[in-house]
């Protein structure tokens, strides 16, 4: 329970947070006032249910917020529900990690109002306690990025925002930062290249390396797909598919964010983090359906269809990743309409080989509440990519169905043989929730932190 450190603290108006089981308890010794008042709504702890208590003064004097059977991250739905002020937790379950409750308090707090004029009332602050603070702000700093980097606008957020983004990571960090454009682009990173070169050339495709840490420390590399905005491609997508593809950079923003939360808090781990960046552009030297691309990986690639570019700038980063012998390699893509379809928008698919990483990835999972799913990679269907002209293609034949699976499985052909991750992210809220707003939101990075902090702390 975070303790009033300060006098102001103290002031702080106080919160209960309570289970079903712990309220029944509660409402026995509460004031009359407090109990009818829940009575009158019919409160009953249940997950995200919120109790005002207000003084005779109508001031708020104290809060108590029902957690159902869920764990701290439903804190995230409070802080929309209370005005501005300074609050305090004075109770709250056994099992409750503070930490994680003053995560999910930042997390809930998050707003995107930058192009707004006005930008409404200051968000309530929760009286920090007396745990380790550095752990859950860096976390919380990191998935503020990624979600203002997803919610910017294209037109913000090209290719040399994005550079600008990782080149300001690099120096807070004293990271090094390499990134590779032009000749140097077509020769080392063809496919890269092919996917983004239809873009203006203030635009222009490239690929952000971003290195850390010491030489005697195991490596980590982290890839993002970093489609600026996804047009499609010549294969233009309809106009409802690609109202949102501002996002499509989101493995991008996700690998910076991860890699920030990994620097922040100097893990001893050496960190790669690859990000082709690149915008799908429609333009008279787009790549076209049909044409065959070379690749870093010297496999050459049929473009069935210029929609699936995610897989392309991926095929050469993992290369390049691969090249580097990492002990472990994450990926994280916008990739697939098709995870959506397996699993919805908040559970994020991944796939990976490795049993005892897919164990420890489950595992942070739910002790983050980070959902994820582990998906098969299922070899049956790898046939689907093979090409009649080139390599294997982009676009697996239509009997495979599992849109997801097959993009693990190109993947696959050029991802490290060591251990590796990949992740089918949505980085984005659907659908508007107290302490959940519609638009970006981080995905699988807390818990893909949380086992690299098992592992390696
Ligand atoms: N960026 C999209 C995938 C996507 C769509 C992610 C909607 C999140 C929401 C990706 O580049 C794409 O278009 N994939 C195609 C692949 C297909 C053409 C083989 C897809 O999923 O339809
Ligand atoms: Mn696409
Ligand atoms: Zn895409």
């Known amino acids: 329970m975070p303790l009033a450190k300060t006098a102001?603290?103290?002031?702080?108006?106080?919160?209960?947070?309570?289970?079903?089981?712990?309220?029944?308890?509660?409402?026995?010794?509460?004031?009359?006032?407090?109990?009818?008042?829940?009575?009158?709504?019919?409160?009953?702890?249940?997950?995200?249910?919120?109790?005002?208590?207000w003084d005779s003064q109508g001031r708020l004097e104290r809060v108590v917020y029902g957690l159902g059977e869920t764990g701290a991250m439903s804190v995230r739905g409070l802080?929309?529900?209370?005005?501005?002020?300074?609050?305090?937790?004075?109770?709250?379950p056994a099992d409750f990690d503070d930490g994680q409750g003053a995560l999910a308090w930042a997390l809930g707090t998050y707003r995107f109002d930058r192009y707004k004029r006005e930008s409404g009332e200051p968000p309530p602050r929760l009286a920090a306690g007396d745990g380790d603070d550095a752990a859950w702000t860096a976390v919380a700093k990191a998935c503020a990025m990624a979600r203002d980097m997803v919610n910017a606008p294209a037109n913000d957020m090209g290719p040399s925002d994005i550079e600008t983004i990782a080149?300001?990571?690099?120096?807070?960090?004293?990271?090094?930062?390499?990134?590779?454009?032009?000749?140097?682009?077509?020769?080392?990173?063809?496919?890269v290249h092919a996917v983004g070169r239809a873009a203006t050339s203030k635009r222009a495709p490239r690929m952000i390396e971003m290195s850390w840490g010491k030489t005697n420390h195991p490596l980590i590399a982290v890839v993002g797909k970093g489609v600026?905005?996804?047009?499609?491609?010549?294969?233009?997508?309809?106009?409802?598919?690609?109202?949102?593809?501002?996002?499509?950079?989101g493995g991008a923003a996700h690998a910076l964010a991860l890699a920030q939360m990994i620097m922040a808090s100097a893990l001893p781990v050496r960190l790669c983090v690859?990000?082709?960046?690149?915008?799908?552009?429609?333009?008279?030297?787009?790549?076209?359906p049909g044409d065959i691309l070379a690749s870093r990986k010297g496999l050459s690639i049929e473009v069935g269809n210029t929609d699936a570019e995610g897989r392309l700038v991926l095929a050469d980063a993992?290369?390049?990743?691969?090249?580097?012998?990492?002990?472990?390699?994450?990926?994280?893509a916008t990739l697939t309409g098709a995870a959506r379809v397996a699993l919805g928008p908040?559970?994020?698919?991944?796939?990976?080989?490795?049993?005892?990483?897919?164990?420890?990835?489950?595992?942070?999972?739910?002790?983050?509440?980070?959902?994820?799913?582990?998906?098969?990679?299922?070899?049956?269907?790898?046939?689907?990519?093979?090409?009649?002209?080139?390599?294997?293609?982009?676009?697996?034949?239509?009997?495979?169905?599992?849109?997801?699976?097959?993009?693990a499985l190109f993947l696959k052909r050029f991802a490290p043989t060591g251990p590796w991750a990949h992740f089918d992210i949505f980085a984005w809220n659907a659908r508007a929730r107290p302490g959940w707003p519609q638009g970006a939101e981080a995905q699988a990075i807390r818990a893909v932190f949380a086992m690299l902090k098992a592992r390696y702390r």
């Not at 409402?27 to 997950?47: C, G, I, Y």
């Not at 996804?230 to 501002?246: E, F, I, N």
């Not at 993992?318 to 994280?332: F, G, N, S, V, Y």
Request: net charge negative.
């Open 8 to 53: 102001a603290d103290q002031r702080a108006i106080p919160i209960s947070l309570l289970r079903p089981a712990a309220w029944a308890q509660f409402a026995r010794t509460a004031p009359a006032r407090l109990r009818n008042t829940a009575a009158t709504v019919q409160f009953s702890a249940k997950a995200g249910q919120c109790l005002c208590l």
């Open 79 to 92: 802080p929309g529900r209370l005005p501005a002020g300074e609050y305090r937790i004075v109770e709250a």
């Open 167 to 191: 080149a300001g990571l690099a120096k807070a960090h004293g990271a090094a930062l390499s990134v590779t454009r032009g000749a140097a682009l077509i020769e080392g990173y063809p496919a």
């Open 228 to 249: 600026v905005f996804d047009t499609g491609g010549l294969d233009l997508k309809p106009s409802a598919g690609m109202r949102w593809m501002k996002k499509d950079m």
């Open 274 to 288: 690859l990000a082709p960046v690149v915008e799908n552009a429609v333009a008279g030297d787009a790549m076209r």
């Open 318 to 332: 993992l290369t390049r990743a691969a090249e580097l012998e990492p002990a472990l390699t994450i990926d994280l």
């Open 346 to 407: 908040d559970v994020v698919p991944f796939y990976t080989d490795d049993d005892g990483l897919a164990e420890d990835l489950a595992a942070a999972s739910r002790a983050v509440e980070d959902p994820l799913w582990r998906m098969p990679m299922w070899a049956g269907y790898d046939p689907a990519l093979d090409s009649d002209v080139a390599d294997l293609k982009n676009d697996p034949d239509p009997w495979s169905q599992a849109g997801s699976v097959t993009a």
